[in-house]
């Protein structure tokens, strides 16, 4: 929630710039800010799959944590594949729609697209974190 937050604050302050910019810069300035979000989440999952990796060899008598750190592990991905999926969607609308159309437009557009995927992303993450607390009540 608070990196989606962010990702719509960015895009919002990029998008005010623009008034002051060309189309170029500020698509330049969306690339790179999504380059940087893409390699964060990148780090993190490495980072994440190595904890996961120690726990799961030191916990290996254990079938219970072992089944809940593979669920959590695969939550994990699937939000980190789902959020590089949008942004990189939400980034080729931008980048589309400045090329082809008036940087006007494309800023009430943008701005309708990162909300509207917010809201799916809060949506699927709330889903995914229901979906985890059941299995883990089922496995116990």
Known sequence: ??????FTLT???LFLFSHF???VVVVVVIVVVVVVVVVVVVVVVVV??????????KIVVIEVVVVEVVVVVV????????VVVVVVVVVVVEVVLVVVVNVVVVEVVVVVVVVVVE???VVLVDVVVVIVVVV???VH
């Open 1 to 6: 929630m608070k990196n989606a937050l962010s």
């Open 11 to 13: 895009v919002l302050i």
């Open 21 to 23: 910019c060309s189309e």
């Open 48 to 57: 994440v799959v190595v904890v996961v990796k120690s726990l799961v060899v």
């Open 75 to 82: 939550v994990v991905v699937v939000v980190v594949v789902v």
């Open 119 to 121: 809201v799916v992303l």
């Open 136 to 138: 883990v009540m089922v």
